[in-house]
């Protein structure tokens, strides 16, 4: 007998104007979809991250982070750009619902619409992501599906910095899904303790797919804006830390012969200058660009770092903390899992230019994160089957 072919929702932050949580929503309803499912991702987007992601200034964080926005007024366009380039690729390449969601109660109108509901992956269940923060604990509801009558499933949601108090308000929802998984090791003990289920350890659904499968599915282009050989710096850090980031960049490019392409969001005021080069307009495509040409990647980023991996790029996680610290972080714990430990590094006289994807041995990684994909994506077959 053929299995059925389910109807499913997904829910995620699909539409945050970052790298990762835009992949990983994609990566997630390829992998459904090529399941076999008919998978529509519900466009539930609060207004506390419209405020976040669409407004360059003045979004209502205090004075500290306004000050650091208006440090960015140089690079209003290329903002702007980005936003652009965001959408279009959440347009073109995630099927979403017709009817968008700002307020909790107005997914009740969904509650019989799908034969299964999915929820995440991304920092949906928790409550200091960027989206959840400010707002009251009501507007996670929609990521714990209590909108849902039909069986309910998650798929690496991370809880990330939620306190044991925190989780234990949870809880009741989550002992209603009939299927929980986590991204990170230590998130799966925490959510068994507080919802008394099991919760299988899968993988970052941008590991999901390989690289050959990331290009087969979004042809990359090399961008005309970066030389023929750079390294990509792709990092989160805010305008405070950035002046002297990249005074060390240039540094490292001099020393190293290369160009820097500078990926940095949240500080892209980068100086103009012959070795740095401002990628600050790049959207989830150009991201992904920007990583399979680069000679190499140095990155603050968990999804930078998964990326690098995925795509066998000579890399470095780049942290201001010491190593045994990085190693308890979600990066540290993927890195210990693929046995890449040795390269997170302090200082970024560190980065080797010798090191190539030849010189580096990715194979024990492939073989762990085929590992991984193999289990994760039995565990998301068997929920959804």
Request: charged share 25%; net charge negative; with cysteine.
């Amino acid at each position: 007998m053929d299995e059925k072919n389910n109807i499913i929702g997904l829910i995620t932050y699909h539409a945050a104007y970052n790298y990762g949580s835009v992949l990983q929503a994609y990566a997630t309803q390829s992998t459904i979809t090529d399941m076999g499912h008919d998978v529509t991702v519900i466009d539930y987007r609060p207004l506390e991250g419209e405020r976040y992601y669409e407004r360059l200034y003045w979004r209502g964080l205090g004075l500290k982070s306004s000050l650091a926005d208006l440090t960015m007024l140089p690079v209003a366009g290329l903002r702007k750009k980005r936003m652009r380039n965001f959408e279009r690729f959440i347009s073109a390449n995630i099927h979403v619902g017709q009817r968008r969601y700002q307020e909790p109660e107005e997914l009740n109108s969904l509650a019989d619409a799908f034969d299964v509901a999915v929820s995440g992956s991304d920092q949906i269940i928790n409550k200091h992501s960027n989206e959840l923060e400010r707002v009251d604990w009501k507007y996670m509801d929609p990521y714990l599906l209590k909108w849902a009558n039909c069986r309910k499933i998650s798929y690496a949601s991370s809880p990330a910095t939620m306190t044991d108090d925190e989780l234990r308000r949870i809880g009741p929802a989550l002992a209603e899904f009939s299927a929980l998984s986590a991204r990170e090791r230590s998130a799966c003990g925490k959510l068994r303790q507080v919802s008394g289920k099991h919760v299988e350890h899968v993988c970052d659904p941008t590991l999901l797919l390989n690289a050959g499968e990331w290009e087969e599915r979004i042809p990359l282009r090399k961008s005309q804006h970066v030389p023929e050989q750079y390294l990509l710096f792709y990092s989160l850090l805010r305008p405070k830390r950035a002046v002297g980031v990249f005074r060390q960049l240039r540094e490292l490019s001099r020393r190293v012969g290369l160009p820097v392409a500078v990926l940095t969001p949240q500080a892209g005021n980068v100086p103009k200058c012959d070795e740095l080069v401002n990628v600050l307009e790049a959207g989830p495509e150009e991201f992904l660009s920007l990583v399979k040409y680069a000679e190499g990647v140095v990155t603050d980023s968990y999804h930078g770092t998964l990326f690098s991996i995925n795509f066998h790029k000579p890399f470095w996680v780049y942290t201001e903390g010491t190593k045994e610290h990085e190693l308890g972080t979600r990066r540290g714990q993927i890195l210990q899992e693929v046995q890449f430990a040795d390269r997170i590094i302090t200082d970024f006289s560190e980065v080797d230019c010798t090191d190539t994807s030849q010189t580096i041995d990715f194979c024990n990684a492939d073989i762990a994160l085929d590992i991984m994909r193999s289990r994760s994506k039995r565990y998301l077959h068997d929920a959804l089957s």
